[in-house]
């Protein structure tokens, strides 16, 4: 589903970000929304438009080939190993931040996140901003705490036609589907590396590059956003149960009258709204935040989810969707022992 590259529109795109301005661009995980990473106003913008706390850190996405050591200092092997072996992709790694890198993309924190996406549109906009040698600090193109964009009409939905956006340029739909992986370095020496959000380069793959598995993060790890309890949630409640409790569930909440939204892999009877996705790792990422949108405007009272198995490959889908339903336990139950109004 890839659309094809307007060089024109890319090079007006550029221009509009060097000049200060918001561009919402694809990725191969999630739409980004864009700024010149060292102008500290056009990065201000950001979070004023995603209505996202000044402490949260933005990543920065750099073209292909781009100097590591212009963005980070006290850069580590394992740092040129891992971008050697999976840029451009879905690999955030957070390293000591240059000293004359603004603080505002790291939140004031002292480090800074970095990534090359591998996305044609996403890698012909950075090879044009700034002569290939700028950074666009992009968080995912949503208000804080909603579900990321995988399109860019999920971009439009989130900040409307005349929103603070330049520029949405459409690369189809992100073929990954969920966020980068997000591997800490700044404290390698002392700490090893931690992973901070699970993603499709899992801890495993990290490992076969580097010889040191990333451990969970501790308490002192680097702060980010993509880990609070409760992030890419939908209006809807979500509550995501293994299949036979879900299949008692959906029975009780039909009886009395209740409009459910299902997302599942299963075989499972029809309900008011449902999403069928794939039973693969990385077929069910590329249709979950297009599924939780979808099933988020249909007017049910909950979404309902198939626990996907637990494991390996999974581990960066069950993040997320274990975040999604934070803040709705008790919804089921709630449901069924209160009166239809
Ligand atoms: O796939 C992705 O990573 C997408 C696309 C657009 O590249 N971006 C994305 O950005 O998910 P965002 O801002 O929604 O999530 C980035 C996460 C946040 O949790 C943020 O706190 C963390 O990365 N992060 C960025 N820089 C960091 C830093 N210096 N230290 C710790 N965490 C950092
Ligand atoms: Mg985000």
Redesign the pocket.
Known sequence: MSVPVDPAQIAAAARALESGSLVAFP?E?????GADAENPAAVAAIYAAKGRPQD??????LAPGADLDYWAADIPDEARQLAAAFWPG?L?M?LK?AAHIPPA???G?D???L?C?AHPVAIALLQQFKGGRGGIA?????KFGNV?PTTAQHVRDEFGAAGPLAAVLDGGASQ?G???T?V?L?RLASHGPVL??P?QVSAEAIAAVIDRLPAAPDVAA??????LESHYAPHTPVAMQDTATLQRTLHQLQRSGRKVALIHYSDLPAVHAQARLPDSPDGFAYALYASLRAMDATGAELILVEAPPVGGAWLGVNDRLRRAAHGSSGIVHGLLNHDLV
Do not use: F, K, M
Request: aromatic fraction near 2%.
């Open positions: 990725t995980t999630v739409y980004g929304l949260h850190p933005v990543i920065v996405h879905p955030t957070i931040r993309v790291s939140g924190q480090t800074v996140g990534r996406p992009a968080p995912s193109a949503n990321s990954v969920i966020e980068s997000i800490d700044s901070l959000r993603g680097p702060r980010a956003s993509g880990t």
